[in-house]
């Protein structure tokens, strides 16, 4: 994941919260509609992690989740979308998508 000072520098980028552990802000962009963002640093242990949730409702779409992964991890850094066991499934939002990406640079 990019560095807070990287992140701090995003256009159009308004943070509410920065911390070492992440940040939690409103992102409103040509390429990407006005949304919420979190993105944690380690969490876990394991995982470096971004959000996303449009205002207007829609799900992200495979592009705007390109755009997000660019903006918030480095051009090495694999990221993938998690679709957990029915059980460990937690939707407190439906249309916030998230991207995740091991510390330790494996996949699973």
């Not at 640093?41 to 779409?61: C, F, L, M, Q, W």
């Not at 918030?72 to 979308?81: A, K, M, R």
Request: proline share 4%; glycine share 8%.
């Amino acid at each position: 994941m990019k560095s807070n000072y990287e992140i701090q520098k995003i256009k159009g980028l308004q943070l509410g919260v920065l911390e070492e552990w992440g940040g939690i802000g409103a992102l409103e962009r040509k390429d990407l509609p006005a949304c919420s963002v979190v993105f944690c640093r380690n969490e876990s242990g394991k995982y470096d992690h971004v959000s996303i949730a449009p205002v207007d409702g829609h799900t992200p779409t495979w592009d705007e989740m390109c755009t997000l992964k660019d903006l918030f991890f480095n051009e090495d850094e694999e990221c993938v979308q998690i679709h957990p066991k029915a059980g460990e499934y937690v939707d407190i939002k439906k249309n916030c998508l998230h991207l995740w990406h091991r510390v330790d640079g494996t996949i699973y």
